[in-house]
């Protein structure tokens, strides 16, 4: 492993200009006193072997370098001059299946500076993981998938740095965290073994790689880090979350959840760490429910019940009329739904209690959310009991998994010190929903911790420090990954949660409906 | 420094599949077995990882790998499989100002399998090193030249492979020596400041490129190792030639000389090493006598004079009517006519000796070696005195630079056991004949070791011995290289030497002229 005093990723370096007494070469003389100053080597990409002798010139011989590093090896991946010269940046990147957020930060004063979210744009050729990689198949489609990541971090790159009044140019390393098969596409490798048995990915550590060889436009020599995976389920997403929760570093068994397509739980503490996936489905992603999507302006990202008034109320994020509503509000409407008795155990909406809202259409039952006077489009938004279904196998998969989970290292959930509980759909979870849908285990609140994006927390902080990568491989070499497609309590413990808030509710013993 | 057991580039490798109890990644497992094997680690370009996967299946897990290494690091440039896999290949180059030579070798089995030689396409912008690098001086015109001197090599690679039946996918390495210029525009690396003082190149060491990031089509992952420079005047051609004559192994004091542009001498034994290089004019390769060029088909590669008929007498290349003089051509010629008489001291033609064959044009003499109805192009071949005034001064730069080489480390040139004697126009000079003109020392002749093209030579060591990177690396480090353009000595040197065979005509004991 790479290792080094400096926690930061820029060195500045001050050279004796070259004589004819001391003819040594540029880019031999710039390496030369980084190595004696870090004690190691250093490699230099070619493209900046081709800027390196005007930069010094231009910068009097005294210059910040960018030091990025993996497993194996540093790298000089910028530099700028010390006096006058440009701001040397980094971008901390979420690589989600559904969405993309960017941030970039100054690699100077570890401020962050701006953030940019986006549809990743291979949603064009495949909605979720499974379409993607048969469109993978084909070297054009992974060519295509590749370039269309590129091109979505190329546009969102040029718009965060825009509004910072920033040049592209600036920006030197990138520290990706997705899960494996976002890595895959992004860096253009083959994602075809990855769901087939036995599930091997093609890296899961591809360390520094060229950010011009993936066509993105950056500083010259820029680089991106990508954060290892553990195996075909278990991403650098969830590496990087685990850093940011701190779980590695816990002295009680704690917990990671993080609720997306996939339902990913971490179990550990500092002396180990035991992980596992399964499917969630899109439920709580845009998928399933109609009204289902991503959290931005106009979507409505939390519901409850107001009893005085006997109302569901909710917030739209950026005040206005709603145009949908995203994964947070979706567990929440739930949690609203079942505590006022207008859906049962099993998910179906309760017509009486319902009252006005509830209305049948081909002979399925829905319930007006907000009506269409009230709405952006116009239209009713509403939620079917399909929709309600698949919310309801995304948190039954989330329980059993959670249950399964600390099963195996002989714990049951109230010996679990902290949850931390993040969600890669832009918004944050309300515990007490989740607890009350039968999400999360029913345990005393201040157990729970809400994290955003714990992905790009984590992925932000490798960007504010280097010294976190030997962390990361840490953790990464730690982890005991739990198959489930093999694990039949697994299966029992799915079934068993398909109610709300679980078939035996005395394991919920604070959830009440409160029959409106 | 990289360093390991293997002498060669090839390691086989035996993977154990991957299983649902071992799903360590593809790329993760080929390197744990390579650092296993070699007890460091080897990276691993992005191209590669994306064939990996799909490789080590169609090979059942029985690979050969090709390992590349430099100074710094280990580097995996092309696999395939053991059983019926790919032939994989080297490419020895040497990247001359005027002409490029490329030779092709089995990684396998290191024979030599073929060789095409090409102009420089270089020349379309500029004839010599100095016009070159004014024309670099834009970014548009380095990227041209780059890109130049790119498909220079994809042509020739084509070609030199079309004719062995191999793929140029096969192609996973290619070892370059050049001079410092070349080496510069190979890369896209600014080579303004080589001429500038203090007159410092971008960089010395390169080490591995990739080939795609140089336009070059090869296997994929395939590199580029560029032989290290000394300096701006001292390039990894003259440490290839070192490495090929072995003066750097030598008991006793020897010498290297390499004519073509520059008149590059080396001095030492495997204690020491001195160099020094010096503008000996294109007089050799092609430029100066109008008749010259380099050697291929139809051109005069030897002359000699016939003192029974009275005759000048030559060969040609392939046989055939004459269309032109190469460098070893001009060096017989120009000693030829000095033995004869028909040059005098100061290389100025002497009507009377020359009879029939002198003439004057525009008040200038000239000789015509060959005339009209035998030439190719049905025009006389000539020799003027320019064309002779500037050989003269490129051999009278040769003679001081090794006076003046031998001098600073107290010796005299009878001191030196061994004189090696490249030429980097394609042909193999004949010692005698660059004794009598004063080029080369009056020494007894078995000193003399004949060398063809010495730059190519070392070159294709390298590819046939992967060991022999730790002794160019050490060659490299410890050559002194001598400054000539502030040495008073070496002008006055210079000034003597400027006769045939020189002012002292002492020193050239065994030279005799017989005049006709």
């Given at each position: 492993m790479a290792s080094g005093k400096?926690?930061?990723?820029l060195t500045p370096v001050e050279l004796t200009p070259p004589s004819l007494e001391d003819n040594t070469a540029d880019v031999d003389r710039l390496l030369a006193a980084l190595e004696a100053r870090l004690g190691h080597g250093v490699d230099v990409p070619l493209e900046l072997m081709r800027t390196i002798p005007a930069e010094l010139r231009e910068a009097a011989y005294r210059v910040r370098c960018v030091l990025a590093r993996d497993r194996r090896r540093w790298q000089l991946t910028g530099i700028a001059g010390v006096a006058g010269g440009r701001r040397l940046i980094g971008a901390a990147v979420?690589?989600?299946?559904t969405q993309v957020v960017l941030r970039l930060i100054d690699?100077?004063?570890s401020v962050t500076l701006g953030e940019h979210a986006f549809e990743n744009p291979q949603a064009r050729v495949g909605p979720d993981i499974l379409a993607r990689i048969h469109h993978a198949d084909s070297a054009e489609g992974l060519g295509e998938q590749q370039a269309l990541i590129a091109e979505g971090l190329n546009q969102a790159l040029a718009s965060a740095c825009k509004q910072q009044g920033?040049?592209?140019?600036?920006?030197a390393l990138l520290a990706v965290a997705g899960n494996t098969t976002m890595g895959h596409l992004l860096l253009g490798?083959?994602?075809?073994?990855?769901?087939?048995?036995?599930?091997?990915?093609?890296?899961?550590s591809p360390g520094l790689v060229s950010a011009a060889e993936l066509g993105i436009r950056a500083a010259e020599g820029a680089a991106v880090f990508t954060f290892p995976n553990v195996g075909s389920y278990f991403g650098g997403d969830l590496i990087a979350g685990i850093l940011s929760a701190g779980l590695d570093e816990s002295e009680e068994p704690a917990v990671l959840v993080d609720v997306g397509t996939n339902a990913e739980v971490v179990l550990g503490n500092r002396d180990w760490l035991v992980g596992c996936a399964g499917a969630a489905g899109p439920a709580l992603e845009?998928?399933?429910?109609?009204i289902g999507m991503l959290a931005?302006?106009?979507?409505?990202?939390k519901v409850w019940w107001e009893t005085a008034s006997g109302k569901l109320a909710y917030r739209t994020i950026g005040g206005g009329r709603p145009k949908g509503i995203c994964g947070s509000g979706l567990i929440d409407l739930a949690a609203a739904l079942f505590r006022s008795g207008m859906i049962d155990l099993r998910g179906r909406l309760v017509k009486s209690a319902c009252k006005g809202r509830c209305r049948e259409v081909d002979g399925e039952r829905e319930l007006v959310l907000v009506p269409a006077q009230d709405s952006a489009s116009g239209e009713d938004l509403v939620i079917d009991e399909r929709g309600l279904t698949s919310l309801k196998k995304a948190k039954a998969a989330m329980f059993a998994i959670l249950e399964t989970l600390t099963a195996s290292v002989?714990?049951?959930?109230?010996?679990?010190g902290t949850f931390s509980v993040g969600g890669s759909f832009g918004s944050v979870i309300d515990p007490e929903s989740a607890i009350t849908i039968g999400m999360?285990?029913?345990?005393?609140?201040?157990?729970f911790r809400v994290l955003g994006n714990s992905s790009l927390e984590g992925a932000t902080r490798l960007v504010q420090d280097a010294g976190l990568l030997e962390r990361i491989y840490a953790i990464r070499d730690r982890i005991t990954y739990m198959e489930l497609n093999v694990n039949e309590q697994f299966m029992n413990r799915f079934s068993g949660a398909q109610f709300f808030p679980h078939t035996d509710p005395e394991r919920f013993p604070s959830v009440k409906t409160q029959v409106v």
């Open positions: 400096n926690t930061g990723w979420d690589l989600g299946t690699l100077d004063t920033i040049d592209t140019s600036s920006v490798l083959p994602p075809r073994w990855i769901v087939r048995e036995p599930y091997i990915p093609a890296v899961n845009a998928g399933a429910a109609e931005g302006q106009g979507v409505i990202d002989g714990l049951k959930p109230e010996q679990v999360l285990p029913d345990l005393p609140r201040d157990r």
